[in-house]
């Protein structure tokens, strides 16, 4: 696919995201309700009134088959092209007031991220990003940061609901946050990596992680310089990301 086709695509997941994220700033009763509540997940109005919005966009204007948070597939899964979305990143956030949430929309091809949009409609912060293309935050090109060791560098990472909480594995954890400037959780992973794509922070990490919270911006962060490391497996199963400037001395 060449750059002008690309560019269209971009196009294409940027007006839908816009979309969803003006619906959603708006923040009446029936996007902020509760409709669904399972162990630690929360599902709101939101959620799907906003995957309606996108997937109409999307449907209208390209082919390719979608993965989307809230109705898996919608058209048939093939080995080329495919749009992965997250209407609203950040669900419990949202619900709870919280101004850190954001619509995340990818264009992928298998695990490879191709392009990206995650758009911060609190602040109306629009990433956005082709892989081996160039990076912007609102029209501005951006750039991952120049950090090369950890004890200077912010960590970015989460705890989803299907994180591993046994003793050795949060032992690990705290022992790699030691290592850091400093730690930030702010549960909203598309966010998180879009922070690295812009030099805001210099390492995302996370395990059992769902691809459509990180697809969009793994895609950012590879427009603006950086490198992505994704375990591969089917596409609606939980993976372990990684997402940093590429110039970190890890140990």
């Avoid at 002008?4 to 007006?15: G, P, R, V």
């Avoid at 392009?115 to 082709?130: H, K, M, S, T």
């Avoid at 750039?143 to 912010?154: D, F, H, K, L, P």
Wanted: net charge negative.
């Amino acid at each position: 696919m060449n750059s002008t086709q690309m560019e269209h695509l971009l196009s294409l997941a940027e007006k839908a995201a816009r979309e969803a994220g003006r619906r959603l700033r708006e923040r009446s009763d029936s996007w902020t309700s509760i409709v669904v509540q399972k162990g630690k997940d929360i599902k709101l109005g939101g959620d799907r009134l906003a995957e309606d919005l996108i997937l109409e966009i999307l449907t209208g204007g390209s082919d390719f088959p979608i993965l989307s948070e809230e109705r898996g597939w919608v058209g048939a899964p093939h080995d080329g092209l495919i749009w992965i979305i997250d209407p609203l990143d950040g669900s419990a956030n949202y619900a709870q007031g919280i101004p850190l949430c954001a619509v995340s929309i990818a264009l992928v091809d298998g695990t490879q991220p191709k392009l990206g949009v995650i758009y911060d409609f609190n602040r109306d912060e629009l990433y956005l990003g082709i892989a081996g293309g160039s990076a912007s935050l609102n029209g501005a090109a951006m750039r991952v940061s120049s950090v090369t060791e950890q004890s200077r560098g912010v960590f970015m990472t989460g705890l989803p609901a299907r994180h591993d909480f046994s003793d050795d594995s949060l032992h690990a954890l705290v022992s790699d946050m030691a290592l850091w400037r400093k730690v930030r959780m702010i549960g909203t992973a598309s966010l998180a990596i879009a922070y690295v794509a812009s030099g805001k922070a210099d390492l995302y990490r996370e395990e059992n992680i769902m691809f459509w919270d990180v697809a969009a911006g793994c895609a950012l962060v590879l427009a603006a310089g950086g490198a992505i490391e994704i375990t591969q497996g089917p596409l609606d199963e939980p993976k372990a990301v990684a997402a940093h400037n590429g110039l970190l001395h890890m140990r």
